[in-house]
């Protein structure tokens, strides 16, 4: 057990030092953040619509977006000298080689969330710092969801043509539960309603992630299986 | 196992077969639906699109199911039959599909008002097409069949996880934010002329869709077979 723990941080560990020393994808994908966030500003009338009622949906959007040009990098990584054969070829657990991706990929989409969210409560002026707690631990359960689901899926896409569109392709269908769950009790959080009213879809958020993280786990095998 | 030429054409004629009596069937169930049913005392003719479009929604729901199950089967025995027909299965899963979405909103302008709702079934169901499309959009894109069968398992079987997710959260979200009129007719309460009808349209969808993906699966085999026999 701990030599399959030392390897999922190993792999873990090399993508987060290959990206510190690189920062292509955080920075492009932070940099895409704002300017989600910018287009957003202009998308709706100010006028007519409260920044209140749209800030939710505008969050995870740009969460969403950014998460998904994230992940696209985390096997494009293992192309490049067929590095990903390499990893494969050496004699440990394929489940631990996904876990290890797994928190690479959570570590740049959580930074890239990290940067937008500032900006959001910037750009949109949202009163979040009563709420912070609740809203970071709830990034954190809608985040792990669909990673864990779009780290597998990057493996696979990485390999086809067109992969910058299949993977949004595949992955948005997966992305709807966690995306609704997180808008609607991001909607309770910022009006201040009380736990009760949200503690259904966190229920929803937490049964998505363990349901998929163990499915991804089992299947992973399955997909770098020469 | 490799397909043989001749083995693939017994299958192609089982599927053609099949089809034959399916779409035989379905003319039946036009008749019925245009001459024998009555007409719907609130809905009128707009009604009589319930013959083909709930039958067509059984047959794309059973197909996609079919997909996960066989999907999960691949993994473990790991045959291109299974992968041959998991693929089959899709492509006439988004046929029906088809009819199911397309027959719906000519159903829905007249009743409901409105081509469109987010009502959670309609959502569900759009959503799974769209995925469909990209489980076939992923085959598409994959040269080795062995790799291809691979990942369009793994698409196939967690397809079939998500579909309890998405209901569950579209079906919360639509009743947070109830819509003001939404008119059902409900399979129980119908008289026994519409039921028999019906009825007769899930045995027709159900058979077409046998033939249909028979008729796939063969074609999808002779294309191997032949593409063997050449190399």
Not at chain 1, 48 to 54: I, N
Not at chain 1, 92 to 121: D, Q, T, W
Not at chain 2, 141 to 155: G, K
């Amino acid at each position: 057990m701990s030599s399959w723990l030392r390897v999922a941080a190993a792999v873990a560990g090399k993508d987060i030092v290959i990206e510190v020393r690189t920062k292509t994808a955080i920075l492009s994908a932070v940099v895409f953040a704002a300017l989600v966030l910018i287009v957003f500003n202009f998308a709706r009338d100010a006028s007519l619509v409260s920044t209140t009622e749209l800030a939710p949906s505008v969050l995870w959007i740009t969460f969403a977006f950014a998460g998904m040009i994230t992940l696209n990098r985390g096997f494009n990584l293992e192309k490049e000298n067929a590095a990903l054969e390499g990893l494969l070829l050496a004699p440990v657990p394929r489940s631990a080689i996904y876990v290890g991706k797994l928190i690479s990929n959570l570590a740049f989409v959580g930074m890239v969330e990290a940067v937008a969210l500032p900006l959001f409560v910037l750009f949109f002026n949202v009163p979040v710092w009563g709420v912070l707690p609740g809203l970071l631990g709830l990034m954190v359960l809608a985040t792990i969801g669909f990673v864990a689901v779009g780290t597998v899926f990057s493996a696979m896409t990485v390999r086809t043509r067109f992969s910058e569109l299949m993977l949004p392709m595949l992955l948005l269908p997966f992305m709807v539960p966690p995306l609704i769950g997180a808008v609607q009790t991001t909607t309770r959080l910022l009006a201040g309603r009380p736990l009760s009213e949200m503690i259904g879809w966190l229920r929803i958020l937490a049964l998505y992630d363990v349901v998929f993280i163990t499915l991804c786990v089992l299947i992973f095998p399955a997909v770098v299986d020469e | 196992m490799k397909p043989t030429i001749s083995g693939s054409r017994g299958i192609i004629k089982w599927g053609l077969a099949l089809t034959a009596l399916g779409l035989a069937a379905m003319v039946i169930v036009y008749v019925l639906a245009l001459v024998y049913t009555p007409f719907e005392v609130r809905q009128g003719a707009a009604q009589k699109i319930f013959y083909v479009h709930v039958p067509a929604a059984w047959s794309a729901m059973m197909a996609f199911t079919i997909v996960g199950l066989v999907s999960i089967l691949y993994l473990w025995l790991r045959d291109e039959r299974l992968d041959a027909f998991a693929a089959s299965s899709a492509e006439v899963g988004l046929v029906f599909s088809v009819i199911m979405l397309t027959t719906g909103p000519i159903w829905g302008k007249p009743i409901w008002g409105t081509w469109w709702t987010w009502d959670a079934r309609l959502t569900l169901t759009l959503i799974l097409f769209l995925l469909f499309l990209g489980y076939m959009t992923l085959r598409s894109a994959i040269h080795d069949p062995a790799e291809r069968a691979r990942f369009s398992a793994v698409v196939g079987i967690m397809g079939m996880v998500l579909v309890p997710f998405i209901h569950l959260s579209v079906y919360l979200f639509r009743t947070l934010h109830p819509k003001p009129i939404v008119l059902k007719a409900s399979a129980p309460s119908l008289p026994p002329v519409m039921l028999r009808t019906l009825l007769l349209g899930f045995l027709a969808a159900s058979v077409l869709y046998l033939g249909f993906v028979v008729l796939r699966y063969g074609l999808a085999r002779h294309a191997v077979a032949e593409r063997d026999e050449e190399n």
